[in-house]
């Protein structure tokens, strides 16, 4: 269906199998895609592809049956899984099937070639992408649980389909659901399994869990937004999770040193309010600042925060995992660490705040790190934000 968000209008678009043709099969994930070119353009799949020019109305097949043919069954097989248009080139279609068939067009759905006879045969086609880094790379994702194979099967092609090359290097023994590329650094690749989400860095050679904080999970679909540089993470469960990309990405291209590195974390707007609540019933205002850091061995950690004296206002101790670390900061200050008789002169000590915590005034401080002798620090900033008592 389509909705016009500013007027309400609601239409629906749905393929139908001309007179005299046997009736159309779509699979109960039913693909569509829209043009990455021109947003007007939609593209559906039953057993075969269809395009719009004009948003989902005037369907026009572009192709013949996909398929193998179906057959019979409670649910209809002999489906097209999977839709992708190249984001560098209009009309490089590329379509999968649930009954192991992938072709390509590269004119516009004019005429299309198989080219799934190298790959396992019979597999459900999870995703075909289509590379925004080189024409001709393509990357397919097999799934075999229905067949009890749970092999993960992940392949590349750097010529349209015509040749496969396997990247699914240390993945686990789960069924592969989705594959998406980092439209920004070419070597950064993602991967939903049946058991959770992983990164390659090096295009496939290698594999690292995502998994904090992300339960073992059927990972279904993934979506990078280009523009926050996010990476959204769609469960079977039907929940929605959000990475940030940002600190991958410079991990990957900028190759950090064997010291600790710690990422700014962004501004935030102090309030008196903190602490406070406008009601009993209420929960009190509680802050969190989350600052992210990289290190190259995992051990002991001691963050702490400083003025812009040099007084520590707040130290945390943690234990830091090799690679990236998130670490949710409440923003309070260690009071048993602030300054006191001659070393207190010219300080204006903060005061607690209704639930009792004493909050960082409004400035600028350092957030420092050290893990394993080296140390990396970062600027915070608490912006200014005018009082509302």
Do not use: C
Not at 28 to 52: K, M, V
Not at 159 to 168: E, K, L
Not at 187 to 207: F, K, P
Not at 227 to 238: N, Y
């Amino acid at each position: 269906g389509r909705r016009n968000t500013r007027t309400g209008e609601r239409a629906g678009t749905r393929p139908r199998h001309e007179l005299g043709e046997r009736p159309l099969r779509f699979n109960w994930q039913t693909p569509i895609h829209l043009s990455r070119h021109n947003q007007d353009i939609f593209y559906i799949g039953a057993n075969r592809l269809y395009r719009s020019l004009n948003r989902g109305e005037g369907l026009v097949a572009i192709s013949d049956d996909l398929t193998k043919g179906g057959m019979p069954g409670d649910v209809p097989y002999g489906t097209l899984t999977t839709i992708d248009e190249s984001p560098l080139r209009f009309g490089l279609l590329y379509v999968g099937s649930d009954d192991g068939y992938i072709h390509v067009s590269r004119d516009g759905g004019h005429s299309w070639t198989r080219i799934s006879d190298q790959l396992p045969q019979d597999l459900w086609v999870s995703r075909v992408e289509a590379s925004a880094h080189k024409e001709g790379r393509v990357y397919a994702t097999l799934n075999g649980y229905r067949w009890d194979n749970f092999a993960p099967h992940v392949y590349v092609s750097e010529n349209y389909g015509a040749t496969w090359q396997p990247i699914m290097a240390n993945l686990p023994d789960e069924a592969v659901n989705v594959i998406v590329e980092d439209p920004d650094v070419a070597s950064l690749l993602y991967v939903g399994t049946d058991h959770g989400l992983y990164v390659s860095a090096d295009r496939g050679e290698s594999y690292q869990t995502l998994s904090d904080d992300l339960p073992a999970v059927a990972v279904h679909d993934l979506k990078i937004q280009q523009r926050a540089g996010d990476l959204v993470v769609g469960t079977h469960g039907r929940s929605i999770y959000r990475l940030g990309l940002a600190e991958l990405r410079k991990v990957v291209t900028e190759g950090l040193s064997d010291a600790p590195f710690v990422f700014a974390p962004a501004k935030v707007t102090w309030t008196d309010r903190w602490g406070t609540r406008s009601a009993a019933w209420r929960d009190y205002a509680e802050p969190s600042a989350t600052f992210v850091f990289f290190a190259h061995e995992a051990g002991a950690a001691v963050v702490e925060i400083t003025d812009g004296e040099g007084r520590t206002m707040a130290r945390r101790e943690m234990m830091a995992d090799r690679g990236l670390n998130y670490y949710d900061y409440d923003l309070a200050v260690d009071v048993a660490l602030l300054p006191t008789g001659r070393a207190a002169r010219g300080f204006e000590r903060p005061d607690a705040s209704d639930n009792g915590v004493t909050y960082l005034p409004q400035g600028e401080y350092t957030l420092s790190v050290s893990v394993g002798g080296s140390e990396a620090d970062a600027k915070l900033v608490l912006e200014p934000f005018r009082s509302s008592r």
